[in-house]
């Protein structure tokens, strides 16, 4: 298993520079890398840099039925708010909660003054259209916006996990707040264990339906994608998170350069043996992306059910 220590000490620290982290940290700039070089990403429908703006919210929303909300440097899903429609003037959140204009206004000035941005300081909101979960994740996330995380050493895709929002963790994808960790075979698409709370789980706690064995739709193409964002932010330690859209496909949510460690419980394997595969390699940052993508798929990473 990788601690973190060693995480941070020869991942973190050693691969990643730090003159790339605002690329990650900040959600517009690493939004716009990400087109920049082809990568689809969620619709950006407009950002709020000042006080000023959020006053002006009023005209900006006039159009807008269903859009999120969110911090331009937040983490872990904090600061996120999203409306599902509307409901004369006023908006539905995933909850049923009705939403005011003065409700979502608040909620950005608390963005902007940088209530959840990574170090307190001075934020911007991004107003981005609502994903729409492809129907067929519904068995196992029938609430909320289910996203892949895969793990990117290097260039090379080597672990992923699917994020399941239970009620729990009021329909986010975050494990801290109550979502299941689902470990996925990188050769297969497959998901293998769950995890929910550090607790093993067979099955979704709001529906009984097991979340090991499904199979991921576009999984290669989902592993494939995740290998260009290497080419698009070179981290050698990466974690890209993805969405699977009802009508655009997979999707690229946010990059993190410092990707936590519960993907190894979700999968019951550790990341060690198979970060220690890829530096074996010879020079693997100047493959393809169809060869990177090929040591995921074809099974022969440690630990992978072909393997």
Not at 182 to 194: C, K, P, V, Y
Not at 256 to 282: C, E
Request: net charge neutral; aromatic share 4%.
């Amino acid at each position: 298993m990788l601690g973190i220590n060693a995480r941070n000490a020869h991942y973190v620290l050693e691969h990643n520079p730090r003159r790339l982290y605002p690329l990650v940290d900040d959600k517009i700039l690493c939004k716009a890398r990400l087109k920049a070089h082809g990568i689809a990403v969620p619709e950006q429908l407009g950002v709020v840099r000042g006080q000023y703006q959020a006053g002006a919210l009023a005209r900006r929303l006039r159009t807008l039925d269903a859009f999120a909300i969110k911090p331009a440097t937040g983490t872990g899903g904090d600061g996120v708010m999203v409306t599902l429609g509307r409901r004369g003037k006023e908006w539905v959140s995933p909850g049923g909660r009705l939403l005011s204009l003065a409700d979502i206004q608040y909620h950005v000035s608390g963005i902007l003054a940088g209530m959840y941005s990574l170090a307190g300081q001075l934020d911007a909101a991004l107003i981005e259209a609502l994903v729409r979960t492809d129907p067929v994740l519904h068995p196992i996330a029938p609430e909320g916006v289910p996203d892949i995380r895969i793990i990117v050493f290097r260039g090379v895709p080597v672990m992923a996990m699917m994020r399941l929002p239970t009620r729990r963790s009021g329909g986010k994808a975050n494990l801290h707040q109550g979502a299941i960790g689902a470990g996925i075979d990188m050769h297969s698409g497959l998901t293998l264990s769950a995890v929910m709370h550090h607790d093993i789980v067979d099955q979704h706690p709001d529906t009984g339906e097991s979340v090991t064995g499904f199979r991921l739709p576009a999984w290669p193409e989902l592993v494939r994608l995740s290998a260009r964002c290497f080419d698009a932010v070179p981290l050698g330690y990466l974690g890209v998170d993805m969405v699977l859209d009802e009508h655009h496909g997979p999707l690229v949510l946010e990059l993190n350069a410092r990707p936590g460690l519960a993907i190894q419980i979700a999968n019951r394997s550790g990341l060690q043996h198979r970060l220690d595969y890829v530096d074996k390699l010879d020079n693997p940052e100047g493959m393809s992306v169809e060869a990177r993508a090929a040591l995921a798929l074809e099974g022969v990473l440690p630990g992978c059910a072909a393997a």
